[in-house]
């Protein structure tokens, strides 16, 4: 490797290492989360000229409109997912592909869908170029789900719906948990878990998400 790129490679793998350390003291406490934020390049899903912010604890323009969620909020989703055990995932707006990617890394099963034809394709590539086989990607509107890979035991919104779509709670395990930012313009990172015909809800901490819209724009 000549010197330029081994320089930049040391100065990624430090910014890494300060945004782990900065979601750590914001009370990230999943050592597995803190690992797959340490090693899965966010840099990879960012524009070449926002690359050097990739490793800021920040949200960022994706293009579309649409932005890459902040590091911090990744990681508690994530977390919250992993301590609901959840293990076969439907995402519900793939965006860049990070958090896909995150649960890729972290051994799960993955099917997000995208609306947007451009987003989708870009995330297929990056998460193919990677090698995470067990992400699965599909062009669609989430408010539909996934039927045919239902039923799932976590799902994830990362737009934020009015409320849950129908079709996902038909699509949930008994048992299984949904991570969603639910509200229109104040909106509540929510926990909601399924115990039979009942929905359990509980309100984790205030965030800011892009809506979930209707139509897909191919
Ligand atoms: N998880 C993404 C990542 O890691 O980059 C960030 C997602 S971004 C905050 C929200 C995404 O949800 C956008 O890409 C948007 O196009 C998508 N979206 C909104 N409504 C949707 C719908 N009905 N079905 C699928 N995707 C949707």
Known sequence: ?????????????????????????????????????????????????????AYEDTALPIGYQQTLSQPYVVARMTEMLLAAGATRILELGTGSGYQAAILAYLGKEVYSIERIGGLHRQARERLQRLGYRNAHLRLGDGSQGWPEA??????????????????????????????????????????????????????IEPVRFVPVLGGVVR
Not at 3 to 24: D, K, N
Not at 151 to 174: E, R, S, V
Not at 184 to 199: A, C, K, S, V, W
């Open 150 to 203: 239902a039923p799932f035991d976590g799902m994830i919104l990362t737009a934020a719906p009015g409320d849950i779509p129908a079709a996902l709670y038909d699509q949930l395990a008994d048992g299984g948990s949904i991570v969603a930012p639910l509200g229109r313009d104040t909106q509540m990172l929510t926990l909601i878990t399924r115990n039979g015909d009942e929905f359990e809800r509980r309100e």
């Open 1 to 53: 490797m000549n010197t330029e790129l081994q320089g930049i490679g040391m100065t990624s793998q430090r910014t890494r290492m300060r945004l782990v350390e900065r979601l750590s003291d914001e009370g990230i406490q999943r050592v597995e989360v803190l690992d797959a934020i340490a090693n899965v390049p966010r840099h990879i899903f960012l524009d070449e000229a926002l690359s050097h912010r």
